[in-house]
């Protein structure tokens, strides 16, 4: 990842990002105009919450903001050098209490900041996210977080992340039509604070990952593949491992069956020095690889791109998440039908073996092909009476 700010369309790209590329649009209106958030504090903090919800706007493709009661603003024009965006926050909830704000149908951000209100600017390219791995990004030293979402006529999906970094801690959930909940994202009792024990704990230099404010309070841990990209981590801290799936599969094969609904889909690779060739059942070349390092496989972009096909972007979500949960090596048959092999070798992502062995129900979004298996903190519902985000302790 390049230490540069990203200028993101909050949509398209976002969604793939949080691996949700797949969300169906329906030509039904199931889903009505906007559905309430609930934003609970928990946190147990008491600087002001400050809350923005910025996406795309479904029905337009324009990107935007929403206030609380859902009304879509869009951004006005940019500049360059950048120019400050309009002020989009919502003042959130005290600790103990709850706001009610609207989602409309959006594909975007919900952001929250303690104690300060974030630095957006717009770009003649669009909207400038907080890219805190640069040292200079005016948002470095503030506490922050958000989650993801799309809601459209099939309903909505919502995840909490750590794609990019693990920060204030927060769950996510739906309330169906029935009265029932589904939630995700919460960790355990003493999770927040045993992440961050055992990531400095951890051989290697992951404990560089680690960002504090000035007065050495901790505020994150970037993603390795930002910590790469801010020199922060070894560039070639996986080199071991992908070199020895290199050596595996010169010499046997690694199959690939993508597409759970669809047993008979299946790929097959073989490295040829520096490429890995994937064919199908018919012996054609359907796509092939070169060698990654180690920010491809953090990142599942560069040399391990995923286009939004039906080939060659399956291959690599599902080459990402062997890589990062290091089960490439131990097993040729891919992806994975279980969890219990995954980070078991000492070369791994431990930023996401380190999260997911916190959470409650063991799921997160470590890397951005974490749904690989469905191993990932996305709740969904076709008809939701109510969306939620939780504050949680700092513990």
Known sequence: ???????????????????LAAVPAVSSAAVPATIPLTIQNNSGRTEPIYVYNLGTEL????????????????????????????????????????????????????YFSYGQKLVFKLTTGGLVQPAVQNPSDPNRNILFNWTEYTLNDGGIWINSTQVDMFSAPYSVGVRMSGGAEKTAGRLTAGGYHGFFSALKAQP????????????????????????????????????????????????????????ADQPGTKYFGRVSGNTMNFTNSAGAVVTSFQKPDSDSVFGCYKLLDAPNDLVRGPISRTLCAGYNRSTLVSNPNQPDAGSSGFYQDPVTNHYSRLIHERMVDGKAYGFAFDDVGHHESLVHDGNPAQASITLDPFS
């Open 204 to 259: 290697g230099g992951w404990g560089n990952l680690v960002q504090t404010k000035p007065d050495g309070s901790v505020l994150r841990a970037l993603s390795p593949g930002h910590g790469v990209g801010a020199g922060l981590l070894n560039a070639a801290i996986m080199d071991d491992y992908i070199n020895r799936v290199w050596a595996k599969y010169a010499s046997s094969t690694l199959t690939v069956t993508p597409f």
């Open 1 to 19: 990842m390049s230490v540069k700010r990203k200028l993101l369309a909050l949509g398209a790209a976002l969604a793939t990002a949080a691996g």
């Open 59 to 110: 029905s337009t493709g324009r990107q935007g903001w929403a206030d609380a009661n859902g009304t879509f603003h869009p951004w006005p024009a940019g500049g360059n050098p950048p120019t400050p965006a309009p002020d989009a926050s919502i003042q959130g909830p005290a600790n103990g209490g709850s706001i009610t704000i609207r989602l409309p149908k959006f594909s975007g951000r919900v």
